[in-house]
């Protein structure tokens, strides 16, 4: 064999290592029949980085439950963060009913006054599922923005996620 000539090995087996492609040789499956890899990664330093630099792949190849945790921690996640970040806006405008706002108040969000009332208008804007009584007013242009920022943002997400 010359030094040019690269051989490819195939590890099925402790002992089996012929080449995978020679004269009057049969070619080696990459998987078998029922799925398994005939592959090994041996002898790499820090094998468990490779995972995180393919990203995409390292998501294919996982569990199906792992992969139903995190599409719904995902969307849980972006509902809560977004219904912090709308509890925060309520607070500085002084929506909130521990700030007593007065009669003629009138907030950015209706209806939100709780982190709970700012999580379920995170989720109603999120999903789409339409406004009842809580409603975005044209009071507060930061909310606005929020809004859009919100629905790109998300947006963008389910494209990578589902």
Same mark, same amino acid.
């Given at each position: 064999? !010359?030094?040019?000539?690269?051989?490819?090995?195939?590890? !099925?087996?402790?002992?089996? %290592?012929?080449?995978?492609?020679?004269?009057?040789?049969?070619?080696? /499956?990459?998987?078998?029949?029922?799925?398994? %890899?005939?592959?090994?990664?041996?002898?790499? %330093?820090?094998?468990?980085?490779?995972?995180?630099?393919?990203?995409?792949?390292?998501? *294919?190849?996982?569990?199906? /439950?792992?992969?139903?945790?995190? +599409? %719904?921690?995902?969307?849980?996640? !972006?509902?809560?963060?977004?219904?912090?970040?709308?509890?925060?806006?309520?607070?500085?405008?002084?929506?909130?009913?521990? +700030?007593?706002?007065?009669?003629?108040?009138?907030?950015? $969000?209706?209806?939100?006054?709780?982190? @709970?009332?700012? +999580?379920? +208008?995170?989720?109603?804007?999120?999903? @789409?599922?339409?406004?009842?009584? /809580?409603?975005?007013?044209?009071?507060?242009?930061?909310? #606005?923005?929020?809004? #859009? !920022?919100?629905? $790109?943002?998300?947006?963008?997400?389910? *494209?990578? #996620?589902?």
């Amino acid at each position: 064999m !010359t030094s040019s000539t690269k051989v490819y090995y195939s590890q !099925t087996t402790q002992t089996d %290592s012929r080449p995978l492609m020679g004269p009057g040789l049969r070619r080696r /499956r990459v998987l078998t029949k029922d799925g398994r %890899s005939n592959v090994r990664m041996e002898h790499i %330093s820090d094998k468990r980085f490779l995972y995180l630099k393919d990203l995409w792949t390292t998501f *294919i190849d996982l569990q199906w /439950r792992y992969k139903l945790l995190l +599409f %719904s921690a995902t969307f849980a996640g !972006t509902w809560f963060a977004f219904g912090v970040v709308w509890y925060l806006v309520a607070a500085a405008h002084g929506d909130l009913l521990e +700030f007593e706002p007065p009669a003629n108040h009138t907030p950015c $969000v209706m209806q939100v006054h709780t982190l @709970t009332g700012a +999580f379920l +208008f995170s989720l109603e804007s999120q999903t @789409t599922i339409g406004y009842g009584f /809580r409603y975005i007013s044209e009071e507060c242009p930061l909310a #606005i923005v929020l809004l #859009i !920022t919100q629905l $790109v943002l998300t947006t963008i997400l389910e *494209i990578f #996620i589902t």
